[in-house]
């Protein structure tokens, strides 16, 4: 497993000086899902695809742009793209949003690589430890939500809970699932909250979150599984991540109200 982060890191510092030439240049285009899309998105993507493929030949693919999913010739193992995740973000010409890769196997995430160009972050882990740049992290070490506390949560919480007065700490939104999963399986921030989002958005940090020791789990308490979103779909409920006692104690906190998927 290590030799994927030898081919995943320059792979993604190489992506990451592309998408920096286009950082503040590049138009955007809507998307049927109303998602903005740039040419650095599909650009990225594609040189990202033509590597993957050039070295591990019978690995799957799954990628944002253009719905691609490539089943593998041999074995269970796919590679999940975002080419830019927190597109809004990288048109508005802000800084948090990166660039993700994703190996899952049997379902399951088993390792992440995760490059925020702005800051030249590296988060990465082939399932051993999990390492910011050099350094090897881990979760939060809170036992119990205080004042203290960091929340990072997508883009519109307001439209699809009610936050309870009783939850004693801080919130933020950075607009980005990955950057945010990262921030969580590294102790940066305490717990995340997550929508409806996409395989490729979830496991790279989710790879790290669970080399960890963390969990990430639906609303309904149910652990989320991968293996349900090989197609593409968006999940099926909002997600809590982060250590296992921060997030039992969170739900207590969050009241949910069921909103259709496409409102996320």
Known sequence: MDSLN?????????????????????????????????A?????????????????????IIAEEDDVLRMPQQGSRYWTIDPIDGTVSFVAGMSNWAIALGLIEEGQPVAGFIHVPSTGDYFHSTGKSVLRGDVVM??????????DTILLTHTRPH?????????????????????????????????VLIGHDKIWDLAPGYAMLRANGGVL?????????LSVLLDGRPAPLPM????PVLVDQFFSHLDYWTTPVGLF
């Open 138 to 147: 881990s979760l939060s070490e809170r036992t119990s939500l205080d004042i």
């Open 6 to 38: 030898k081919f995943a890191r320059p792979l993604l510092e190489t992506a990451a000086q592309y998408a920096m030439e286009w950082f503040l240049q590049s138009p955007h285009q809507i998307k049927r899902d109303g998602s903005p899309v740039t």
């Open 40 to 60: 650095a998105d599909e650009a990225i993507q594609k040189y990202l695809i033509k590597a993957i493929t050039q070295h591990y030949p019978q690995d799957g």
């Open 217 to 225: 789990r639906y609303l309904d308490g149910s652990e989320c599984d």
């Open 240 to 243: 809590v991540g982060g250590p």
């Open 159 to 191: 439209q699809h809970y009610t936050l309870a007065e009783s939850y004693p700490g801080r919130v933020f939104g950075l607009g980005t699932a990955s950057i945010h999963l990262s921030l969580v399986a590294t102790g940066g921030a305490d717990i």
